[in-house]
């Protein structure tokens, strides 16, 4: 059974910074490229950063570009996204997902509010 638990939100100022981490089983983590959304209220859900399987490539959303790091661990079947800069348009909830053949898998979210 394919598992995703993510960790590491919260409220932080903006301009603060914060590291999600998406803890992966049930596949094999090495071979599937993985990603991190977000939604925010009222908004579609919108894909923030990609990594391959390999982790030999990364794509970002525009708006996150130079804030946004995905990396990934495959020893300890972890992905995670660090957030420098945060904005208060980065408030959201973030959800991560597995590239699986066939289809794919959520997480259950983890929600960033950035605030004063």
């Known amino acids: 059974q394919v598992q995703l638990v993510e960790s590491g939100g919260g409220l932080v100022q903006p301009g603060g910074l914060l590291r999600l981490s998406c803890a992966a089983s049930?596949?094999?983590?090495?071979?599937?490229?993985m990603s991190w959304y977000r939604q925010a209220p009222g908004k579609q859900r919108e894909v923030v950063a990609t990594?391959?399987?390999?982790?030999?490539?990364?794509n970002y959303l525009d708006s996150v570009k130079g804030r946004f790091t995905i990396s990934r661990d495959n020893a300890k079947n972890t992905v995670y996204l660090q957030m420098n800069s945060l904005k208060p348009e980065d408030t959201a909830v973030y959800f991560c997902?597995?590239?699986?053949?066939?289809?794919?898998?959520w997480g259950q979210g983890t929600q960033v509010t950035v605030s004063s």
């Open positions: 990594i391959s399987s390999a982790d030999t490539s990364t």
């Open positions: 997902y597995a590239r699986l053949t066939p289809g794919g898998s």
């Open positions: 049930g596949f094999t983590f090495s071979n599937s490229a």
